[in-house]
C-alpha cells in the first residue's frame, strides 16, 4: 500500500507523522483529519510492538522516531505491558463529522 502524501513535501509529512504519533502516545488519543489518522495507525501500531519486546535496540529505535524522551519511558513503561496479551489493533479511529471551517473530515484517534 502506498503511503499518503498528504498534500506536504516528504520532509514536512515525515515530521508532521513523528508529531502526530508523539502526541497519540503521550495523550493516548488526539483530534484529527481522518487521512492523518490513517496514515499514523502503522505506526502508532510499529511504537508499540517495540515497546512489547522492550529491549535496548527497540527503546532507541523508538527514541530515534518520537520527540520526546517522557513519551519514550511512557511508552516503555506502560504501554508495551497494558498491550503485551495483545495482538495488534492498538488504535481506533471515532469519526466526528465535519470541521466547520473548510469541511474536512474529522476524527478522534485513541490507543483501545
Not at 499518503?4 to 488526539?30: F, P
Not at 513519551?71 to 497494558?82: I, M
Request: hydrophobic share 40%; aromatic share 4%.
Amino acid at each position: 500500500m502506498p503511503h499518503r502524501k498528504l498534500g506536504r513535501r516528504s520532509n514536512h509529512r515525515r515530521s508532521l507523522l513523528r508529531n502526530l504519533v508523539t502526541e497519540t502516545l503521550r495523550h493516548e488519543g488526539i483530534r484529527t483529519t481522518v487521512p492523518k489518522a490513517k496514515a499514523i495507525t502503522g505506526a502508532v501500531a510499529h511504537m508499540v510492538t517495540l515497546a512489547k519486546r522492550g529491549d535496548l535496540h527497540a527503546r532507541r529505535q523508538a527514541a530515534a522516531y518520537l520527540w520526546h524522551e517522557d513519551v519514550v519511558h511512557k511508552l516503555f513503561d506502560t504501554l508495551g505491558p497494558r498491550y503485551a496479551e495483545r495482538n495488534g489493533g492498538y488504535t481506533r479511529i471515532l469519526r466526528l463529522g465535519m470541521r466547520k471551517g473548510d469541511a474536512a473530515e474529522m476524527c478522534r484517534i485513541e490507543l483501545v
